[in-house]
Structures are given as structure tokens and as C-alpha cells.
């Protein structure tokens, strides 16, 4: 309750809070019952609702999935990859893409993040992050042959 007091006027820095709790939950591969049960609790007591915790873990578990196989992968399926890590659709317009990919950079970015209160031992999350955004937007302009 006490972080949620704290946080009430930088909702940012709660979603930061929740994913850096689900990317630690999500890095051993699945969720157990008794965990999810536990993010639910800590994201109703920051009033985070279980649908917005749902798309939380939709797009982490895609934008690991785009990290591990960025390397190793057909071009089609990183492609794909890049979309949901982004949380968009391939026709999503070249607009849409650049809008998209500044708003994700302005939200993760680290030094942002430490400006608006981000404790230092959540750093590294936030720079896995902006590099995941960065290759995956990457990904999309070449694809698409954007400037």
C-alpha cells in the first residue's frame, strides 16, 4: 500500500514495478498457480486489474520469445516476433510503428526510469528492455524498408 501512496501520481512506475516482478516470475519458464495467485494480489493492492497483468504477461512472454530466437529463426517469424514484442499488428501503419516504438523507449528507458524514481538493482531489466524494443523495431524497419 505504502508504494501504491508513493507511486499514485506515476502509474509508469508501477507497471515498471509489476513487470519487473512477472519478467522474474516468467524467467524460469512458467507461472505456478500459487504465484499468479500472489501477482494478482500485489497487482489488485496497486490497482492494476488482472486484465491489464494478462496483457503484461502477453507481451513479455512475446518479447522473450523474439530475444531467444532472434538469432536462430526464420526471418518470417522474427518478423511476427517484432510485432508482439511491440504489441502491435503487422498492418499497423509506418506511423503507428515509429509512435509506438518512441512511446515504448520513453516508458523503459533506463535513465527516464531512474529520473522518476527506478531503484538502481531494476537497471538491468530496464536496459534488457530497451534493447529488446530497439531489436525489435529494428527488425520492423528493415523489414519494411523504413527510414
Given amino acids: 500500500m505504502k508504494l501504491r501512496q508513493t507511486c499514485r501520481n506515476q502509474p509508469e512506475l508501477i507497471r515498471t514495478f509489476l513487470e519487473v516482478q512477472m519478467t522474474l516470475t516468467l524467467s524460469k519458464g512458467s507461472i505456478a498457480a500459487g504465484e499468479r495467485k500472489l501477482l494478482w494480489r500485489i497487482a489488485d493492492l496497486l490497482g492494476v486489474g488482472r486484465v491489464e497483468l494478462a496483457q ?22 522474427m518478423v511476427d516476433d517484432a510485432y508482439k514484442a511491440l504489441g502491435l499488428e503487422p498492418t499497423a501503419s509506418e506511423e503507428d510503428v515509429k509512435k509506438t516504438y518512441r512511446r ?8 527516464k526510469l531512474v529520473a522518476r524514481g527506478l531503484p538502481d538493482s531494476m537497471l538491468e531489466v530496464a536496459k534488457e528492455r530497451t534493447a529488446e524494443i530497439r531489436a525489435a523495431y529494428e527488425t520492423i524497419k528493415e523489414h519494411r524498408h523504413m527510414k
Avoid at 503484461?56 to 517469424?77: C, I, K, M, P, Y
Fill in 104 to 111: 515504448l523507449m520513453n516508458q523503459h528507458h533506463p535513465d
Fill in 56 to 77: 503484461l504477461e502477453a507481451v513479455l512472454r512475446a518479447q522473450r520469445s523474439f530475444g531467444s530466437r532472434f538469432t536462430g529463426q526464420q526471418h518470417r517469424n
